[in-house]
């Protein structure tokens, strides 16, 4: 079973199944699955339909009706913005790339019904040093994440705080590597599976007449407070300002539903 709700099996050979059953219409023996996924020629029904059950068991998006698996449907696409909670969140750490940088801040806002309506927020002990230039960026230093709990530690309550939400980020594809990067090292071959959406990319689309979409300029442009950039809550913060903004514009554009908004490109 995944250890929440909310994450998914990264593994390669989950992936080939979802790979399989979206090519033959979402559903497919166990038969075919052990032959297409393990290489595992004319199993034995019975057989086959007891390695798939391991590997379903894995992933929320499959599911086993007998011996035949099948990739639930996306639901995903048609939520309504109106209608969904969104986590906007912003991930300070130690460098850039995901590994060898780790988190050493996490700043999250709830939006629902175009308000923010709850918060998370704390330092994270990154169980490594931090390099001068980050903590002069940052104002984030070794002393200050110390006796910070380490990832492992918080991830618990920040999953349950991210529930089934959207999650949302300036920039989404750089917090999202490192934090299915801390989720991938407690539970291995796992990583989140919340869809998400990205205000740089949402912003490139429906603000053309912004200099450019960097946070501070798009603070500035919605006459946003950020007093404290390069921190984690404050960041979030404003981001979360700057998206409730944006779902306003897309709905004067006509974009009503997730997938919509997913498609959305500069």
Do not use: W
Not at 62 to 77: A, G, I, R, S
Not at 252 to 264: C, R, S
């Amino acid at each position: 079973m995944s250890p929440y709700p909310n994450l998914i099996s990264d593994s390669i050979l989950v992936g080939e199944t979802i790979e399989l059953l979206r090519l033959n219409g979402g559903r497919a023996s166990a038969v075919k699955v052990v032959d297409y996924v393990m290489k595992i020629r004319q199993a034995e029904p019975g057989l086959a339909k007891l390695l798939v059950s391991d590997l379903v068991g894995t992933d929320p998006r499959l599911h086993l009706n007998d011996d035949v698996v099948e990739l639930k449907p996306n639901v995903h696409d048609s939520r309504k913005l109106i209608e969904s909670d969104f986590v906007v969140f912003d991930l300070e750490t130690t460098g850039a790339k995901a590994p060898p940088c780790r988190i050493t801040e996490i700043g999250a806002y709830r939006v629902s019904s175009g308000k923010i309506t709850d918060e998370f927020q704390t330092l994270v002990n990154p169980e490594t040093p931090i390099p001068e230039f980050i903590t002069q960026l940052t104002g984030i230093s070794d002393s200050m994440v110390k006796s910070a709990p380490r990832f492992s530690e918080v991830a618990a309550d920040f999953m349950e705080f991210i529930g089934d939400s959207i999650l949302v980020a300036h920039n989404a594809p750089f917090d999202m590597r490192f934090l299915n990067f801390e989720i991938g090292r407690i539970h291995e071959n796992y990583r989140v599976g919340n869809p998400h959406l990205c205000t740089v990319k949402l912003s490139r689309r429906l603000n053309k007449n912004v200099a450019n979409h960097k946070l501070n300029t798009l603070a500035e442009y919605y006459s946003i407070s950020l007093e404290n950039h390069h921190r984690a809550s404050d960041d979030a913060r404003a981001t979360a300002q700057i998206f409730v903004n944006l779902l306003t514009e897309m709905e004067n554009i006509g974009v009503f539903d997730l997938g919509g908004a997913q498609k959305i490109r500069a």
